[in-house]
């Protein structure tokens, strides 16, 4: 059993940061790992991914505003927004792949007041 728990939402005024943290939980291996966000009324859409060796990956509408990081040894992805504007207003999911096979968390609100 795996379990993925987000958190650090919250309400922010645009030009401002957050940090939200996913800690994974159960019998897990080292994997790739993602933060998908979900605005109302819109699909789930990937904004970064971290493979098992590091690497990354961004949606076009965050690179070099948001950063993607782990840390192994807490078994927790970590996703840096800086400089958030309104249209990242959404809620924010933490992906955890292993195989074919993928894990979510409940989610966390992300509000950005213009």
């Known amino acids: 059993q795996v379990q993925l728990v987000e958190s650090g939402g919250g309400l922010v005024q645009a030009g401002g940061s957050l940090r939200l943290s996913c800690v994974v939980s159960?019998?897990?291996?080292?994997?790739?790992m993602g933060w998908y966000r979900q605005a109302p009324g819109k699909q789930r859409d990937l904004i970064a991914t971290?493979?098992?060796?590091?690497?990354?990956n961004y949606a076009d509408s965050v690179r070099g505003r948001f950063t993607i990081s782990r840390d192994n040894a807490a078994n927790t992805v970590y996703l840096q927004m800086n400089s958030l504007k309104p249209e990242d207003t959404a809620v924010y999911y933490c992906?955890?792949?292993?195989?074919?096979?993928?894990?979510w968390g409940q989610g966390t609100q992300v509000t950005v007041s213009s």
């Open positions: 971290m493979t098992w060796n590091g690497g990354t």
């Open positions: 992906n955890y792949k292993i195989g074919s096979t993928n894990y």
């Open positions: 159960g019998n897990i291996v080292i994997a790739n």
